[in-house]
């Protein structure tokens, strides 16, 4: 006897607001509306493929985390217009803005930006961060570490508290 999928639109209403935030967060607010849309195409599409009902939440956040990625990486090859280009960086102590942060964690390898936003914007513990990414909780506060580090070395001190 086959697997039974329950109805896409309960997947749909459970998981919604899931799928909004990591997308807003890996892709951008600008980009990140798009990035669900295309998550949930791209879900309602495998949908009838899938062999297992274990971890639907899990398969649709990297979905959406796969969909976050493509939009990054179509911004990134786009002209960035400006009105005038300034004569001299910005001082060092500047204050960062929260945008300057979000693209320091969007510059960060996938895995450690896809379980940093997993941790810090959806805020699931390392089990449920190790089981969407499919790796171990040892793994998962490894790369939530390992992503911090990095982010301490590129943003001033006061930015990562």
């Known amino acids: 006897m086959g697997m039974r999928l329950p109805p896409f639109q309960q997947l749909v209403d459970a998981h919604w607001r899931d799928v ?8 951008g607010p600008g980009d990140g509306e798009d990035a669900a849309q295309r998550a949930w195409l791209r ?23 796969r969909s976050a990625m493509d939009s990054h990486r179509a911004r990134r090859r786009a002209p960035l217009p ?5 004569d001299h ?9 929260t945008e300057d942060i979000w693209e320091a964690v ?12 997993l941790r810090y914007v959806l805020d699931l ?23 911090l580090a990095a982010l301490r070395r590129e943003l001033p001190e006061e930015a990562i508290r």
């Open 20 to 27: 909004a935030r990591l997308a807003a967060a890996l892709a």
């Open 43 to 65: 879900a309602l599409e495998a949908y009838p493929r899938l062999r297992s009902t274990r971890n639907l939440r899990g398969w649709l956040l990297t979905i959406t985390a």
């Open 82 to 86: 400006v009105a005038a280009v300034p």
């Open 89 to 97: 960086a910005a001082p060092a102590d500047a204050p960062v803005a």
């Open 106 to 117: 969007r510059l960060l390898p996938e895995r450690q930006r896809l379980a940093v936003a």
């Open 125 to 147: 513990p390392h089990a449920e961060v190790a089981r969407t990414l499919g790796t171990t909780q040892a793994a998962s506060r490894r790369l939530v570490s390992d992503a």
